[in-house]
Nanobody, 116 residues
Framework: QVQLVESGGGLVQAGGSLRLSCAAS????????TGWYRQAPGKQRELVAR???????EYGDSAKGRFTISRDNVKNTIDLQMNNLKPEDTAVYYC??????????WGQGTQVTVSS
């Protein structure tokens, strides 16, 4: 089973930027969806952005206009560029891939903290 490792989280001031990266242990080519989700304390996990087969990109409402997801099927990485960060973006960010056979596979998460 593919394993996912996230990196790039940390502490940033409001208005700043971070780039999260998710490295897969194997090929992500066959996964129909690769994306980022987040979970803030006391809240449900929510979609941030996902890149699907056929070049379809979907963003959560909170990410539109500020975040950009990119998927590289050669390097087997899924990156998330986050700009103009706000304190409400503070959460644990998880990488996930969806496959027909494998189902959904999650990474371990990386903490993003945005100070005001």
């Amino acid at each position: 089973q593919v394993q996912l490792v996230e990196s790039g989280g940390g502490l940033v001031q409001a208005g700043g930027s971070l780039r999260l990266s998710c490295a897969a242990s194997g090929s992500i080519f066959s996964f129909y969806s690769t994306g980022w989700y987040r979970q803030a304390p006391g809240k449900q996990r929510e979609l941030v952005a996902r890149a699907m087969s056929g070049g379809i990109i979907e963003y959560g409402d909170s990410a539109k206009g500020r975040f950009t997801i990119s998927r590289d099927n050669v390097k087997n990485t899924i990156d998330l560029q986050m700009n103009n960060l706000k304190p409400e973006d503070t959460a644990v960010y998880y990488c996930a891939v969806d496959g027909v056979v494998a189902g959904r596979v999650w990474g371990q998460g990386t903490q993003v903290t945005v100070s005001s």
